[in-house]
């Protein structure tokens, strides 16, 4: 089992960035795919960025792409994502999840464990 806790949200203006962490205990970390995910209010949670267990494998949503970056440091038990260029509609509270399964995913449901969230809020 894995315990989860992002930080790192907070309020920043458009074209603003910010960084997301997600810090893990428990089981060794580098045995899990993460992801991060995020849902706005009175919208379904949705895929924003997946990494593979030793990082060598990245994947993005088609509206962040070129714009956050997902990466981890297993030494430290922490995946980052890099926002930049943020927009509007990129508030949402965002979630750090971790998937066992030696596969990738995009799917919330395929994952194993999830942090309690981080809010992220761009005015305009």
């Known amino acids: 089992q894995v315990q989860l806790v992002e930080s790192g949200g907070g309020l920043v203006q458009a074209g603003g960035s910010l960084r997301l962490s997600c810090a893990a205990s428990g089981r060794a970390f580098s045995s899990y795919s993460m992801g991060w995910f995020r849902q706005a209010p009175g919208k379904e949670r949705e895929f924003v960025a997946r990494?593979?267990?030793?990082?060598?494998?990245?994947y993005y949503a088609d509206s962040v792409k070129g714009r956050f970056t997902i990466s981890r440091d297993n030494a430290k038990n922490t995946v980052y994502l890099q926002m930049n260029s943020l927009k509007p509609e990129d508030t949402a509270v965002y979630y750090c999840?971790?998937?066992?399964?030696?596969?990738?995913?995009?799917?919330?449901?395929?994952?194993?464990?999830w942090g309690q969230g981080t809010q992220v809020t761009v005015s305009s």
């Open positions: 999840a971790a998937r066992s399964d030696l596969r990738v995913s995009t799917v919330p449901s395929e994952y194993d464990y």
């Open positions: 990494i593979s267990r030793n990082g060598g494998n990245t």
